[in-house]
């Protein structure tokens, strides 16, 4: 089993309708991401969340909200969207608990990704 | 703020030759960490290497080696004896060493490996 899991992995939906993408994690680390990749531009971040407690915003946050329900997971929505926010969506996680060592120098673990189609 | 540039869009190979893959960044920092990712066609993100900016010595994971330029704040990945299975994405990346911050990415080289 993936130690990152999206879902869903494909999603097709219509203007103005409200999307939730969920990620889970069995890895057992405090931070996550949502990151959305368009050609050509990268990864760029729209939230991150370093503990249930903490959200932060990203690069991208507009039009975007996550919510962090447990440690293991952290969901993102989209109010009401829009074309423009068809896209590659990923989350990823990373570990800084004590004893892990130089947190910083740790990756990030990402999920497989969902695509979200909006028409 | 840091920036990634990978200032080649596209790159291409041929199997079993070598190819390097170019990556700049700007920062003000002395101590940061940076990072390689793959992603191949099945769209998994995929760590291919990392270096610690206060390590001299150049990271190397089998075929996969980087020359880290401090202070040309350069990164590039070398990819030795290209395979196949190397046609993909390559996504630099950079994480400061001063706080709680995520990953900075650049935009992307895609590898083309011809046979």
């Known amino acids: 089993d993936a130690d990152v899991t999206q879902t869903p992995r494909n999603r097709i939906t219509k203007t103005g309708k409200r999307i939730m993408l969920e990620c889970s994690q069995t890895?057992?680390?405090?931070?996550m991401y949502w990151y959305r990749q368009d050609p050509g531009l990268g990864l760029r971040l729209i939230y991150y969340?370093?503990?249930?407690?903490?959200?932060n915003k990203g690069e991208i946050s507009d039009g975007y909200s996550v919510s962090r329900q447990a440690q293991a997971k952290f969901s993102l929505s989209l109010e009401s969207a829009i074309p423009n926010q068809t896209a590659l969506y990923f989350c990823?996680?990373?570990?800084?608990?004590?004893?892990?060592?130089?947190?910083?120098?740790?990756?990030?673990?990402f999920g497989d990704g969902t695509r979200l189609s909006i028409l | 703020a840091q920036t990634v540039t990978q200032s080649q869009p596209e790159m291409s190979v041929q199997e079993a030759e070598t190819v390097t893959l170019s990556c700049t960044y700007d920062?003000?920092?002395?101590?940061?960490?940076l990072f390689w990712y793959k992603q191949p066609p099945s769209r998994q993100m995929i760590l291919v290497i990392r270096?610690?900016?206060?390590?001299?010595q150049n990271a190397t994971e089998n075929r996969f080696s980087v020359n880290f330029q401090k202070a040309a704040k350069s990164f590039s990945l070398k990819i030795s004896d290209s395979q196949l299975g190397d046609a993909a994405m390559y996504f630099c990346?950079?994480?400061?060493?001063?706080?709680?911050?995520?990953?900075?990415f650049g935009k992307g080289t895609r590898l083309s490996v011809i046979a």
């Open positions: 270096q610690e900016a206060y390590k001299q």
């Open positions: 990346a950079y994480r400061s060493d001063s706080g709680n911050t995520p990953l900075v």
């Open positions: 969340s370093f503990d249930v407690k903490d959200i």
């Open positions: 990823a996680t990373s570990d800084s608990r004590p004893g892990t060592g130089a947190f910083r120098n740790q990756p990030q673990h």
């Open positions: 920062t003000s920092e002395s101590d940061y960490y």
């Open positions: 890895k057992g680390h405090d931070r």
